[in-house]
């Protein structure tokens, strides 16, 4: 009698940790950490880094704001929502544009709270952050103080 409490005790436990909505706690929490604007300090592309003024002069801009974004470069904005698990070895961020249906962007993001990295790449999701010939684009942003 007493394992069969015992069972359904640990059965319990087991259950309630692993319910729905408990991953959801954590992109949640993840996810207001993002939030804000984010600006391009660092750009490689191609496998060559971008010079530094370059970069600067572009004003390349990522805005998160609930879970949706906002991507500034020179040559375009675009919008849409945004997907991040943070379960994920490395995190995985899904950006998709508001006209699209599926991800138009798949990366993978690490941050330390003044700075954010990404790979992305439109055809398959980086394993790593290295940009490369016909790779991912990888990107440092900082975090904008207005």
Request: glycine letters at 6%; charged letters at 35%; hydrophobic letters at 40%.
């Amino acid at each position: 009698m007493k394992r069969a409490v015992v069972m359904t005790v640990l059965l319990a436990g087991l259950l309630a940790a692993n319910a729905p909505g408990e991953g959801e706690d954590e992109k949640e929490k993840e996810l207001k950490k993002l939030q804000g604007r984010w600006v391009a300090t660092v750009l490689r592309q191609e496998g060559e880094e971008v010079p530094a003024e370059k970069v600067k002069k572009a004003n390349i801009t990522l805005v998160i704001k609930g879970s949706t974004f906002t991507f500034t470069t020179p040559k375009q904005t675009q919008e849409g929502s945004l997907r991040i698990d943070p379960s994920k070895k490395p995190k995985t961020i899904d950006l998709t544009e508001a006209a699209k249906e599926k991800a138009a962007v798949l990366g993978i993001y690490e941050w330390d709270g003044a700075r954010l990295r990404v790979a992305a790449d439109r055809s398959k999701r980086p394993a790593e952050f290295k940009s490369t010939k016909d790779g991912p684009l990888v990107m440092t942003l900082e975090r904008a103080d207005d």
